[in-house]
C-alpha cells in the first residue's frame, strides 16, 4: 500500500500540524499529529509532514546518492 508518497514541508518550530487529507490521497476527518524529530505522519492518508531541516538534509543526501550512481533513477524517499 506504500504508493509514491504525499510530503509537505512545515516550518522547523512547528510542533503539531493538522491534516485532513486532499484532493489526491481522499479526504478524511480533521486531526492533529505531534511533530517528532522534525516529522509526522498522518495514519489516515500517509502524508508525511517534515521540518525544513529534515528536508534539507533528504535533499543533499539524494543529490549525493544521484552523483554516485548517475544510472540510480529510483528515489526513495527515505525521511
Ligand atoms: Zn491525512
Not at 2 to 22: A, F, L, P, Y
Not at 44 to 72: I, Q, S
Request: aromatic fraction near 8%; proline fraction near 1%; include cysteine.
Amino acid at each position: 500500500m506504500i504508493k509514491r508518497q504525499n510530503v509537505k514541508v512545515i516550518e522547523n518550530k512547528e510542533t503539531k500540524v493538522s491534516c485532513s487529507g486532499d484532493e489526491k490521497s481522499g479526504k478524511h476527518p480533521l486531526i492533529y499529529l505531534t511533530v517528532d524529530e522534525g516529522r509526522a505522519e498522518c495514519y489516515y492518508c500517509g502524508r508525511l509532514f517534515v521540518t525544513k531541516d529534515v528536508h534539507e538534509r533528504y535533499l543533499k543526501k539524494t543529490r549525493k546518492d544521484f552523483k554516485k550512481n548517475k544510472t540510480n533513477v529510483q528515489r526513495k524517499t527515505n525521511y
